[in-house]
Nanobody, 118 residues
Framework: QVQLVESGGGLVQPGGSLRLSCAASGFTFSSYTMKWYRQAPGKERELVAAIASRGVSTNYADSMKGRFTISRDNAKNTVYLQMNSLKPEDTAVYYC???????????WGQGTQVTVSS
C-alpha cells in the first residue's frame, strides 16, 4: 500500500525559505516518478515540480524555476522540495505525488500547508 507523508510546511515571511519532505513507503520508491503539486484556496491544483526515478531529470512550473529545487534520496525513500525566495502567492497546500512506471494514475499524500505572510 502506497503511503506518502509530507512534512516541513509552516508559516514563513516573504523572502524566506522552507524545505518540504515526503517520506514514501509501500512501494519501490526508486522506480517511481515523484512530483510536488500545490493547491491554493479557490484555485485548481497545479504541478510544482517533478523528478524522474533516478533523479537525473527534473522539471518545474515556470513560476518556480530558479526558486524551487526538487530532489530525492532513493536510499531514504524521500523526496524533497527546497523553496527559496518565497512569495505570498506561494501560499498553498503542497502535495506529494507518486507515479509508477506505466501507471496512468498515481497516489497522493495528505498535504502540508505552506503560508507565506509577514
Amino acid at each position: 500500500q502506497v503511503q506518502l507523508v509530507e512534512s516541513g510546511g509552516g508559516l514563513v515571511q516573504p523572502g524566506g525559505s522552507l524545505r518540504l519532505s515526503c517520506a514514501a513507503s509501500g512501494f519501490t520508491f526508486s522506480s517511481y516518478t515523484m512530483k510536488w503539486y500545490r493547491q491554493a484556496p479557490g484555485k485548481e491544483r497545479e504541478l510544482v515540480a517533478a523528478i524522474a526515478s533516478r533523479g537525473v531529470s527534473t522539471n518545474y512550473a515556470d513560476s518556480m524555476k530558479g526558486r524551487f529545487t526538487i530532489s530525492r534520496d532513493n536510499a531514504k525513500n524521500t523526496v524533497y522540495l527546497q523553496m527559496n525566495s518565497l512569495k505570498p502567492e506561494d501560499t498553498a497546500v503542497y502535495y506529494c505525488y507518486a507515479l509508477g512506471p506505466g501507471d496512468i494514475a498515481g497516489s497522493w499524500g495528505q498535504g502540508t500547508q505552506v503560508t507565506v505572510s509577514s
